[in-house]
């Protein structure tokens, strides 16, 4: 008896710290009308010390075509519930752009606001950036340019091998890059565990003639192609630019293992890589807080010989994750209070 009373009183403690009411801004406005180049997260962060805490707070119209998007020149408006709680919604729709003229309607509706800057996540929302260790290796690769070329830009053509008559007629071609590897923190006898490799993303290109090899024209470059690179069919899936952002569904205990451009501090709106994905539940929009490990120094006071102490983690920054693959994710660095460095820890942010 007196166990299942422990265990309804612990229930009741994290439920009430599960749906705590998120914590506004001291500043914040009790209106705001969204301006061309605001994002969510800025919006968010207007209202609220914890901007990943805004579904918590959002009010949607069902009735309202698309309710979560919001658009230049809406009005929010914060209000508050019967138990006191904030709620923010849209009080005034913007009005779309109407343009008339002899035999000609036109109405256009600004696009609504993304969540994130896009700028720096652009070009990576619908290219690969993690593969299996066999996917590249057993993918169709370049054999020689074109013209006796080492190598090739937009406009030249490649030949190519193990390229199947029957497949996409499309493809994008990218270079094996690192391996990304699961970071331990205490050491261990085992093998470090391969997360995956990173696809160094090359070009576009078409098929001009099939066979073996066949023919293939590059249409778009962002680096120079080469014998060895390889190719994946090309993913014309429309990927969302809109998500929301929102804390872990479960505890999340990781570490940054890369950086894209591989500079050694990472700031903000900066890419990394993490070493967790679906199978430990991320997915798209989860925040996270980052940060910087402790190290263990020698204590010169103790009167123990050789005794030493590991300092406390500090917390150094929020990143929120874009892309998810298996077993690692891509994440925009949101803000960083200091540089972080690969290897800090990412872990659940705290509940404000």
Same mark, same amino acid.
């Given at each position: 008896? @007196?166990?299942?009373?422990?265990?309804?009183?612990? %229930?009741?403690? *994290?439920a009430?710290f599960? *749906?705590?009411?998120p914590?506004?801004n001291?500043?914040h406005?009790?209106?705001? +009308? $969204?301006?061309?180049g605001? +994002?969510?997260?800025?919006i968010?962060?207007r209202?609220?010390?914890?901007p990943?805490?805004?579904p918590?707070?959002? /009010?949607v119209?069902?009735?309202?075509?698309n309710?979560?998007?919001i658009?230049?020149?809406? #009005?929010l $408006?914060?209000?508050?519930?019967a138990?006191g709680?904030?709620?923010?919604?849209?009080?005034?729709?913007?009005?779309?752009?109407?343009k008339?003229?002899?035999?000609?309607?036109? +109405?256009?509706?600004?696009?609504?606001?993304?969540? &994130?800057?896009?700028?720096?996540?652009?070009?990576? %929302?619908?290219?690969?950036?993690?593969?299996?260790?066999?996917?590249l290796?057993?993918?169709?690769?370049?054999?020689?340019?074109? #013209?006796?070329?080492?190598?090739?830009?937009?406009?030249?053509? =490649?030949y190519?091998?193990? =390229?199947?008559?029957e497949?996409?007629?499309k493809?994008s071609i990218?270079?094996p890059? &690192?391996?990304?590897?699961? /970071?331990?923190?205490?050491?261990?006898d085992?093998d470090?565990?391969? @997360?995956?490799?990173?696809?160094v993303y090359?070009?576009?290109?078409?098929?001009?003639?099939?066979?073996d090899?066949?023919t293939?024209?590059l249409?778009?470059t962002e680096?120079?192609a /080469?014998?060895?690179d390889? !190719?994946?069919p090309?993913d #014309?899936d429309?990927i969302?630019?809109?998500?929301?952002? /929102?804390?872990?569904?479960?505890?999340?205990?990781?570490?940054i &293992?890369? $950086?894209?451009?591989g500079?050694v501090?990472?700031g903000?709106?900066q890419?990394?890589?993490?070493?967790?994905g679906?199978?430990e539940?991320i997915?798209?929009?989860?925040? !996270?807080?980052?940060?910087?490990r402790?190290?263990t120094? @020698?204590?010169?006071i103790?009167?123990?010989?050789?005794?030493?102490?590991?300092l406390?983690?500090?917390?150094?920054g929020? !990143?929120?994750i874009f892309?998810? *693959?298996?077993?690692?994710?891509?994440?925009l660095?949101m803000?960083? +209070?200091?540089p972080?460095?690969?290897?800090?820890?990412?872990r659940?942010p705290? #509940?404000?």
């Amino acid at each position: 008896m @007196l166990a299942r009373k422990i265990l309804v009183l612990l %229930l009741l403690t *994290f439920a009430n710290f599960a *749906f705590a009411a998120p914590t506004l801004n001291p500043d914040h406005p009790d209106r705001y +009308t $969204v301006v061309k180049g605001d +994002t969510l997260w800025d919006i968010a962060g207007r209202f609220l010390k914890s901007p990943w805490r805004w579904p918590d707070v959002w /009010h949607v119209n069902p009735q309202v075509k698309n309710p979560h998007l919001i658009y230049p020149g809406d #009005e929010l $408006v914060l209000t508050y519930d019967a138990n006191g709680n904030p709620v923010i919604s849209i009080g005034k729709r913007a009005r779309p752009n109407v343009k008339l003229s002899p035999g000609l309607r036109k +109405t256009r509706l600004d696009r609504a606001i993304p969540t &994130i800057p896009l700028d720096a996540i652009q070009q990576f %929302l619908s290219k690969p950036l993690a593969v299996g260790e066999q996917e590249l290796e057993k993918a169709p690769y370049v054999v020689q340019v074109a #013209e006796e070329h080492v190598v090739a830009g937009a406009g030249d053509r =490649l030949y190519v091998r193990n =390229l199947k008559e029957e497949g996409k007629a499309k493809y994008s071609i990218f270079r094996p890059g &690192i391996k990304y590897i699961k /970071h331990h923190t205490k050491k261990t006898d085992e093998d470090p565990e391969v @997360l995956g490799y990173e696809a160094v993303y090359v070009g576009e290109t078409t098929v001009a003639q099939f066979g073996d090899p066949a023919t293939l024209l590059l249409t778009s470059t962002e680096r120079e192609a /080469h014998a060895g690179d390889r !190719l994946l069919p090309l993913d #014309e899936d429309d990927i969302s630019e809109h998500f929301m952002p /929102h804390a872990p569904r479960t505890d999340v205990d990781a570490s940054i &293992i890369s $950086v894209v451009d591989g500079v050694v501090q990472i700031g903000q709106n900066q890419l990394v890589v993490v070493d967790a994905g679906s199978r430990e539940k991320i997915d798209v929009g989860t925040v !996270l807080a980052v940060y910087t490990r402790g190290e263990t120094v @020698l204590d010169n006071i103790s009167p123990e010989r050789g005794d030493t102490v590991k300092l406390p983690d500090e917390r150094a920054g929020t !990143l929120m994750i874009f892309r998810v *693959f298996e077993k690692v994710s891509f994440a925009l660095v949101m803000d960083a +209070t200091r540089p972080l460095h690969v290897f800090d820890a990412v872990r659940n942010p705290p #509940e404000l």
